[in-house]
């Protein structure tokens, strides 16, 4: 088995996170997509290294989630365990995935590591933000494979 990048990661606590009664539709409305609900999207997404989830290891966060309705445009902070990660592009690219497969295609997303978590910030983000090489890397089985490992739910 290689080598862990982080073999012994902090584990967060799931938080329960409720929206107000007042922000509730009628089931005949449309409910607008918000960044409670982007969150709630990803945050089951499984790390690649551990069997955690994204959020468990506070990689992703609700605060770390901004939403511009006017523009339809999502940002994600991704905050790596470590400052070496060489998950972090893998991971960017499972929570770019989850949220092309399941946000309307009207939504712009940027996903962005959060400054001073990682020594190559500049490069990564900058991956992450490629779409010419974002769909190179989904042309890859094998790539495409780890993926979608990523984005299926534990069992519970």
């Known amino acids: 088995m290689a080598e862990l990048?982080?073999?012994?990661?902090?584990?967060?606590?799931?938080?329960k996170i409720t929206r107000l009664a007042e922000d509730v539709n009628?089931?005949?409305?449309p409910e607008p997509v918000d960044a409670i609900e982007i969150f709630d999207l990803i945050r089951v997404v499984k790390d690649p290294e551990h069997p955690n989830t994204l959020e468990q290891l506070n990689v992703l966060s609700?605060?770390?989630?901004?939403?511009?309705?006017?523009s339809n445009e999502v940002l994600v902070w991704i905050r790596p365990t470590v400052t070496h990660c060489s998950q972090a592009t893998l991971i960017g690219l499972c929570v770019?995935?989850?949220?092309?497969?399941?946000?309307?295609p009207?939504?712009?997303?940027?996903?962005?590591i959060v400054p001073?978590?990682?020594?190559?910030?500049?490069?990564?983000?900058?991956q992450l933000n490629d779409k010419e090489r974002v769909a190179?890397?989904?042309e890859n089985p094998k790539l495409l494979?780890?993926?979608?490992?990523c984005l299926v739910p534990f069992d519970h």
């Open 116 to 126: 001073g978590t990682h020594d190559q910030e500049v490069q990564v983000n900058k």
């Open 96 to 104: 770019r995935v989850k949220l092309l497969r399941t946000l309307p």
């Open 106 to 112: 009207k939504y712009k997303v940027d996903l962005k």
């Open 145 to 149: 494979e780890l993926v979608n490992t």
């Open 26 to 29: 009628d089931e005949d409305t």
């Open 5 to 15: 990048i982080n073999p012994n990661p902090e584990i967060h606590e799931v938080k």
């Open 62 to 70: 609700a605060d770390g989630i901004e939403l511009k309705e006017a």
């Open 136 to 138: 190179a890397a989904l």
